[in-house]
């Protein structure tokens, strides 16, 4: 099913990229995306489940050549399993960084990008309880985090002001006791505002 879904999506883009005939990625063109996605594997509410889910919300300035400096938020949940239940992990981060457009279509259409990230935020192991159901106490405690992201994105746009994101991401913060690494996979739409 899943294999379904990413490959109509995929043949979509390439079906609806010829409609697309404004200008695009302009030096000072602004796009506001929004992009969701799984976390360390594939997200289900199984307790042995291990994965995770994020979903974030950014603004992009394109410069020269369609690269791009990108600012934003982002919401990460990961679930550990223990015992019969989970213990969530969430962090709360901001990020800066810069994508560099490293292949395009001719008209712009399908841009493939590789950017660098500085991430800084809040993470909080278990909603901040301590204490588990079944009497033990968790040592993990909440606190900043920060670190950086390398991201490879596809940018395919559908119309003239929206923008298919595909995404794949490896964050390695420090300050958090739960796992430096985390791989990011997801989806995503970018609305141009000028």
């Known amino acids: 099913m899943r294999a379904a879904i990413i490959l109509i999506v995929v043949v ?3 079906v609806l990229s010829d409609r697309a005939h404004a200008q695009r990625a302009l030096p000072g063109m602004q796009g506001l995306q929004i992009t969701g ?11 042995n489940n291990e994965s995770g889910y994020y979903f974030g919300t950014a603004m992009a300035t394109y410069g020269k050549n369609a690269n791009k400096w990108v600012f934003g938020a982002e919401y990460l949940r990961r679930n550990y399993a223990y015992e019969s239940g989970i213990i969530p992990v969430e962090q709360f981060t901001g990020e800066g960084g810069f994508y560099y457009n490293f292949l395009s279509s001719p008209g712009k259409t399908v841009c493939f ?9 809040y993470e909080t192991v278990n909603r901040g309880e301590k204490l588990l159901n079944d009497g033990a106490t968790l040592q993990n405690d909440d606190g900043f985090v920060y670190g950086g992201a390398i991201t490879l994105e596809m940018e395919s746009y559908l119309t003239d002001r929206i923008v298919l994101l595909l995404t794949g991401r490896e964050r390695m913060l420090r300050g958090t006791t739960t796992g430096h690494f985390h791989a990011q996979f997801g989806i995503g739409l970018k609305f141009i505002i000028n």
């Not at 996605?37 to 307790?47: A, E, L």
Request: aromatic share 8%.
């Open 12 to 14: 979509l883009c390439f």
């Open 113 to 121: 990008s590789i950017g660098a990230s500085a991430l800084a935020g």
């Open 37 to 47: 996605g799984m976390v360390d594997g594939i997200y289900s509410t199984d307790n």
